[in-house]
């Protein structure tokens, strides 16, 4: 497995349009391939958009859901796909988190994606992933679950070659997700790490009417 890892960049970051350029530079080999660029919404689709204009690729998204911890929904103790498969972080056992708990957290989470996905078909189907390169996109990453769900979905849809590009993670996580890729793109792995955010300026929250609005000016494929 090929590693395309961290260049020498800044481990701070003005703000995620700022952390997509970077990852592009970092992505050039894909640039006559035809990739087809997965964000993770709402907060990677503008550096999808980025990623996949610098590209020349199609641009589209993933849809998983974070199971977050029972007291702190921020912090990520599994996710869920769109086609409803819970993957669950190690540390579940080992706090003794109730199953019932995740199974009922990630109905609530698969709820929100199937409300995403009927707003954005519309605007924007869906894109088979089946044969091309896949570059899925995050912002950061923390405990690897939403992405790592991410990646496993894409797995079983047979793209030719599946790449998982973030600006930002810890090491730990980053040596969990090298199995389920065949590229890992990154720009800082930073110790220690408490959150993404910590690392831009600018973190605002993406909201649904930038997602739309992203969709609806991204062109179809040809």
Do not use: C
């Not at 391939?33 to 020349?56: D, E, F, Q, S, W």
């Not at 600018?202 to 009417?209: C, G, L, S, V």
Request: aromatic share 6%; net charge negative.
């Amino acid at each position: 497995m090929e590693d395309l890892s961290a260049r020498t960049v800044p481990e701070h970051f003005a703000n995620r349009e700022a952390a997509a350029e970077l990852l592009a530079l970092s992505l050039a080999a894909y640039d006559d391939k035809y990739p087809l660029v997965l964000a993770i919404p709402r907060g990677a689709l503008p550096m999808g958009r980025i990623i996949a204009n610098t590209l020349h690729g199609d641009l589209d998204v993933v849809l998983v859901r974070k199971i977050g911890a029972p007291g702190n929904p921020e912090y990520a103790i599994g996710a869920v796909d769109e086609d409803g498969r819970i993957w669950t972080d190690p540390i579940v056992s080992r706090l003794g988190i109730d199953g019932q708990y995740i199974r009922d957290e990630a109905a609530r989470q698969l709820e929100v994606i199937k409300a995403r996905r009927a707003q954005y078909t519309p605007i924007h189907p869906a894109i088979d992933p089946q044969g091309r390169i896949v570059i899925v996109v995050d912002d950061g990453v923390a405990t690897g679950a939403t992405l790592g769900a991410a990646l496993r979905l894409l797995r079983q849809q047979r793209p030719a070659r599946l790449i998982a590009a973030f600006a930002v993670a810890p090491p730990d996580t980053i040596a969990r997700l090298r199995p389920l890729a065949d590229d890992l793109v990154y720009l800082a792995a930073p110790e220690p790490f408490r959150a993404v955010g910590e690392f831009f300026t600018d973190f605002r929250e993406i909201k649904d009417d930038e997602v739309l609005q992203i969709l609806r000016e991204t062109p179809p494929p040809v």
